[in-house]
């Protein structure tokens, strides 16, 4: 082989060379490119969603408009039953949450035997969680449409239909509207253009966001969350389990030498500020 040919083939590999060298390195530049798009897209996400639960959890505290009769720091909670009853059971509800369906069920009668018998007061904090872990907004909805009955004097009525008729969980039947509407037709005298108004332009938005945040900060972490006179007896009281019976038997225990509450009082009168669990 001649000199020049030997130098030819030198040079067409070290081009071929070159080429593989650069291909390379064009490659690992696309792959960083893929990884660090990727990992932008990652981030914008984390950001957007950082965003979106901020925004939901920094509205007002203090809401601007509350039910009409609440009651407690803020006007956060519903109050009913007897103003003075001896006994106060605090329930922490949301509208979507099955568990709360199953304990309304059981025990709707008995507490609103204990309620019209003046032995008990409930105060209601209608919380909204579940919207946010499984989305949808008949958590939220559902408690606007609580706080709008409770401003046309029904709160108690309409609570027990929504459990009464609570679709399951995941369903978010309640995130339309249509269907509070029409559940309120089976509570006499609620079904009013006042109502439908309240319901459909979400009033009380504000009032059942600081509901939420008052939860979040209060150590609970589930509903139904329940206690008698500030103990918790959900579900059991010491070693007892709440049942019907039982807590009929708690209230008298707790009332024992104490005067019963004038059923028919405004809930409105209730305990102040500081002293309403």
């Not at 979106?52 to 009651?71: D, F």
């Not at 010491?238 to 019907?244: A, F, K, L, V, Y």
Request: hydrophobic share 35%; glycine share 8%.
């Amino acid at each position: 082989m001649s000199d020049k040919n030997r130098e030819g083939k030198r040079t067409a590999r070290e081009r071929m060379l070159q080429q593989r060298a650069a291909d390379e390195a064009r490659g690992r530049r696309k792959k960083q490119l893929v990884v660090g798009g990727v990992a932008l897209a990652v981030i914008a996400a984390a950001v957007v969603t950082g965003v979106l639960v901020q925004n939901e959890r920094s509205k007002p505290e203090t809401p601007t408009a509350a039910p009409t009769g609440t009651i407690g720091d803020k006007n956060l909670v519903i109050p009913s039953g007897a103003a003075d009853a001896p006994s106060v059971l605090t329930v922490y509800e949301d509208p979507r949450c099955p568990a709360c369906g199953s304990f309304e069920q059981s025990f709707v009668q008995t507490v609103n035997e204990l309620e019209d018998a003046g032995k008990l007061s409930v105060n209601y904090h209608i919380v909204s969680f579940i919207d946010r872990s499984l989305g949808g907004k008949g958590s939220k909805y559902g408690a606007n449409a609580l706080a709008c009955a409770q401003d046309a004097g029904k709160f108690r009525a309409y609570h027990d239909v929504l459990y009464k008729n609570q679709p399951p969980e995941t369903a978010d039947t309640y995130g339309d509207k249509a269907a509070l509407l029409d559940l309120a037709k089976q509570v006499p005298g609620l079904d009013t253009p006042a109502f439908r108004a309240c319901v459909n332009d979400n009033t009380y938005s504000d009032w059942v966001s600081a509901v939420q945040q008052d939860f979040d900060k209060s150590g609970f972490k589930s509903t139904p969350t329940l206690t008698l006179n500030g103990t918790p007896i959900y579900p059991k009281k010491g070693d007892e389990q709440i049942s019907p019976d039982n807590l009929v038997k708690w209230v008298d225990e707790a009332n024992q030498g104490k005067q019963l509450g004038t059923t028919g009082s405004p809930a409105a009168q209730a305990p102040s500020a500081e002293a309403t669990p």
